[in-house]
């Protein structure tokens, strides 16, 4: 049974740091990759970042040069380093595991419970 669980929201003010982990079932980890999403109440939820199984990257254009996705895969955990964090960052954090091709991130419909992350201005 694959299982995700997000680790790492909070409550920051505006301009400081947060580290979300995401722990991934071992049969799924080593071969898909990875990625985080975020959502709002009453909006769509959506890509903040993926990493392929090599380590290739991708992000959304709102966090670019402020977040960073990486994976041990020693532990099975993927990582979402948010710096600079903004108001408009505020959203409950997913991880899930996909495809990437081609600088694209295509999620499997499987999610943790999430992480709620607060940013105060």
């Known amino acids: 049974q694959v299982q995700l669980v997000e680790s790492g929201g909070g409550l920051v003010q505006a301009g400081g740091s947060l580290r979300l982990s995401c722990a991934a079932s071992?049969?799924?980890?080593?071969?898909?990759?990875m990625g985080w999403y975020r959502q709002v109440p009453g909006k769509q939820r959506e890509l903040v970042a993926g990493?392929?199984?090599?380590?290739?990257?991708i992000y959304a254009d709102s966090v670019k040069g402020r977040f960073t996705i990486s994976r041990d895969n020693t532990k099975n955990t993927v990582y979402l380093q948010m710096n600079s964090l903004k108001p408009e960052d505020t959203a409950v954090y997913y991880c899930?595991?996909?495809?990437?091709?081609?600088?694209?991130?295509?999620?499997?419909?499987?999610w943790g419970k999430g992480t709620l992350v607060t940013v105060s201005s």
């Open positions: 899930n595991y996909g495809t990437y091709y081609r600088s694209t991130y295509s999620p499997v419909d499987i």
């Open positions: 990493i392929s199984t090599g380590g290739s990257t």
């Open positions: 071992g049969s799924i980890f080593n071969i898909n990759a």
